[in-house]
């Protein structure tokens, strides 16, 4: 069913003290909205800084929707506390305004005006809106104000060189063997984490499954854990369409770059241009860049200045892995605990253990199937999934087995690190597969049900919230880094827009 590591669970044992550099970052999406629940319709405040050029604080898709980056580090709590000292940055330089604290934008209206983000007049800040004109068209706003959690992994070096190959590949390999553990196995997260079992009337409705209304109009699944990374959620084409099987760094490539290249009839027919003859999209093709591929976990290194990401990979190799299918979490102010955390740390690391054979474009069929059943039937009684192509097994069982390898990781960890915490963690979550009403998701319909009114719910806890942010959570000492950090951003922008000399069609073609 799922193969022994007790080799490798040995080899991390006379190794654990690598495990101390295990570097993390955050990317918390978050909308801003008004004290009534309307979107703000006003433009990115100019008092939290440039949304081009900010380490910290930017946009997304829309002017309104918020990203906060913190740095990579090693350290949990200050990663955490870094978190909180952004939003309350935010909080307090912008005080009329909230930020909503779900994923799924359940205040929106036919009439809600949706302001595509904007950079500045530099090349560079056109490239960047244009590209959120081109997901406008094809996929509509609303599906991109959809927010969620990024999560930054990455292991050292030195975990990685079990063999003689080349360090890049070798550092590669070991990267990719962990997202195919994570496509076979991360079903596990959405049903753990998921945070969105309910979704506006707005989104299309898939036939295959009998929602629920309420009087609100939101549809909802009696099972369901995360219909945020559904095909009703945001989802572009998929991986197995364009045969990415993240079986080697190469193909990987190879495959990504043919969907950037490749004409899309579908695209080709909205337009590259609008009826007043302006760009509308980047390209018609079936990707405009790499970023377009919505998937549960990416390759990622840090780019320099005007390099592509997959140049990036090509040249140096996979630095670190993005896991992209983390709901906000409603009951934490700032979308993510302490506990989310570490039991990633545990399960990103089982899956770098854990022998991942290459993936046929056959396994695709059990693999997304899986991620479907959980998705929206994932706490239902005796609910099944594959294992090893048509061998299906109860989820609670499998859920369990790999609890099982992830205590042994948490005894070294906490060993390494004189505590407790990642075997309470394991404690505490395995605990979900026996009773399925502990889970996010679970939590977040009782609440739901309990008092019919969704839009209601998010907007008292993003009240809240924001009395948190104002006058619990203080980033004094952060203040002169945060508030430097707003001044040069604008100075950068101002900078890189006087330079400019390429017409934005120069640009865009080189």
């Known amino acids: 069913m799922i193969e022994d590591i007790s080799k490798e669970i040995t080899w991390l044992e006379k190794h654990s003290s690598i ?3 295990i570097y993390r970052g955050i990317e ?28 910290w604080i930017t946009t997304d898709f829309s002017e309104n929707l918020l990203e906060f980056i913190t740095p990579k580090t090693n350290n949990i709590n200050y990663l955490l506390n870094f978190l909180k000292n952004l939003h309350s940055f935010v909080a307090r330089k912008n005080p009329t305004e909230l930020m909503w604290p779900f994923s799924i934008p359940y205040n929106y209206r036919k009439s809600t005006n949706i302001q595509i983000a904007q950079y500045g007049t530099s090349n560079y800040g056109a490239f960047k809106s244009l590209y959120r004109k081109g997901l406008k068209i094809r996929y509509g706003d609303l599906k991109n104000t959809i927010t969620g959690i990024h999560y930054n992994f990455s292991l050292p070096k030195t975990f990685w060189k079990k063999t003689k190959k080349n360090e890049i590949d070798n550092i590669s390999s070991g990267y990719l063997n962990l997202i195919r553990n994570y496509y076979r196995f991360g079903w596990i997260i959405p049903y753990l984490f998921g945070s969105s079992p309910a979704i506006s009337k707005y989104f299309s409705k898939n036939e295959n499954y009998e929602f629920q209304r309420n ?41 990504l770059k043919k969907a950037m290249y490749t004409p899309s009839k579908k695209f080709s027919n909205l337009g590259l241009t609008d009826k007043f003859g302006q760009l509308q999209q980047l390209n018609t093709n079936i990707l405009q860049l790499e970023n377009e591929l919505y998937t549960q976990i990416r390759p990622k290194i840090k780019t320099n200045y005007g390099e592509s990401l997959l140049d990036a990979l090509k040249n140096r190799g996979i630095e670190y892995v993005e896991i992209r299918s983390l709901d ?6 700032i979308g993510i605990n302490k506990n989310q955390i570490l039991l990633l740390d545990l399960f990103l690391i089982w899956c770098s253990l854990v022998n991942a054979p290459k993936i046929k474009k056959t ?9 479907k059943k959980t998705v929206f039937e994932g706490r239902k009684p005796n609910q099944k ?23 042994k990781i948490a005894i070294i960890l906490d060993n390494q690190l004189n505590d407790s915490e990642y075997q309470k963690v394991c404690d505490k979550k395995i605990l979900f597969f026996e009773y399925p ?18 839009k209601q719910i998010g907007l008292n806890l993003a009240h809240k919230y924001h009395h948190k942010f104002i006058h619990q959570y203080f980033y004094n000492s952060y203040n002169k880094i945060l508030e430097n950090e707003t001044i040069k951003s604008h100075k950068k922008q101002t900078q890189i827009e006087k330079n400019e000399t390429l017409s934005l069609q120069d640009y865009l073609h080189r």
């Open 19 to 21: 495990l101390k550099n």
């Open 28 to 55: 918390r999406e978050t909308l801003r909205i008004k004290e009534n629940g309307d979107f703000s319709n006003t433009p990115h405040p100019y008092q939290i800084g440039s949304p081009l050029t900010h380490q």
């Open 215 to 255: 009087k609100e109009g939101i549809l909802y699944l009696p099972w369901s854990t995360s219909l945020r990374i559904s095909d009703i959620g945001y989802t572009s084409t998929s991986i197995e369409n364009l045969n990415i099987t993240f079986n080697d760094l190469e193909s990987y490539i190879k495959c």
């Open 328 to 333: 906000i979490n409603p009951f934490s102010s």
């Open 363 to 371: 396994d695709f069929y059990f693999i997304i199937e899986n991620w």
């Open 385 to 407: 999934i594959y294992i090893n192509e048509n061998k299906q097994y109860k989820l609670m069982q499998i859920g369990k087995r790999i609890f099982q390898d992830l205590k």
């Open 437 to 454: 009403e502990l889970t996010y998701s679970a939590k977040f319909l009782k609440l739901f049900i309990q008092n019919k009114k969704i």
